[in-house]
């Protein structure tokens, strides 16, 4: 299944570059590639009623988000972006807290590490909205990303700290080119309630089931190793297994 994931995300990369819609930061092969029109798509999720009730939005520290966490910030939400492959945990941007003039540079990834708080997910607030950064997106709300699996462990780290639902809308906004037809999927990925690109809102009708948390046999060490926060859950879950089994030898 990755082989072909794989051959979906060079196609879509390729795609994109051939019809000259691709834009900086380049090559775009191998990231979640930033186009032309990410603004005009990334306006379709702000104009929404989900999104305008939002008091604290989670937004990817991809290119093609980047209009998405300004406005953010000058809509006054708290901002919550997770450090690039999450090396360095989550990010808080309180924009009461950055100047006015410095919103727009709080909005990249170098100015949101020096303007944005690092915080542990158990001290973040509950999120209210999520827009995720994509490779390639099926109108039935399944989504493909550049392979790294970060956004899939992103949720399922909120989610095990309690900072979001399971149902919580999940956004993205790509180009109309990013549409295809069908994709593959593991147990582990993430699905969408809204797709913006362009030209149009699609509302999923009916959402996939998501993961109810991290799926530890689906990790290899290697991964868990990289990320603190993977490693103290890890050491937790073994903790509570280890006293379960206790429990019941016991008894």
Request: aromatic letters at 6%.
């Amino acid at each position: 299944m990755s082989d072909e994931k794989q051959m979906i995300r060079e196609e879509i990369w390729r795609l994109l570059e051939s019809r000259g819609v691709a834009r900086f930061p380049k090559p775009i092969y191998g990231r979640i590639p930033n186009f032309a029109g990410a603004e005009r798509a990334a306006e379709r999720i702000l104009g929404l009623e989900e999104y305008r009730a939002a008091s604290v939005v989670k937004v990817s520290p991809d290119s093609p988000q980047k209009h998405v966490r300004y406005r953010c910030l000058l809509d006054g939400k708290i901002l919550v972006m997770p450090t690039p492959r999450l090396k360095e945990g989550f990010l808080i941007l309180d924009p009461s807290r950055i100047p006015q003039e410095m919103l727009e540079q709080a909005s990249t990834i170098r100015g949101a590490l020096i303007l944005g708080r690092r915080t542990h997910p158990r001290d973040l607030p509950r999120i209210n909205f999520i827009v995720t950064g994509s490779v390639a997106a099926t109108r039935d709300g399944l989504r493909l990303g550049k392979g790294g699996g970060y956004s899939e462990l992103e949720y399922a780290i909120l989610l095990e700290y309690g900072k979001i639902d399971r149902d919580i809308m999940i956004a993205t906004n790509i180009h109309d080119l990013q549409l295809v037809n069908r994709l593959p999927r593991d147990p582990y990925d993430l699905t969408l309630d809204i797709i913006a690109t362009p030209t149009k809102l699609i509302r999923v009708s009916t959402r996939k089931e998501r993961p109810t948390g991290i799926i530890w046999e689906l990790l290899n060490g290697r991964k868990i190793n990289e990320i603190s926060i993977l490693k103290e859950l890890a050491t937790t879950s073994r903790n509570k297994s280890d006293n379960a089994l206790n429990r019941r030898r016991r008894h």
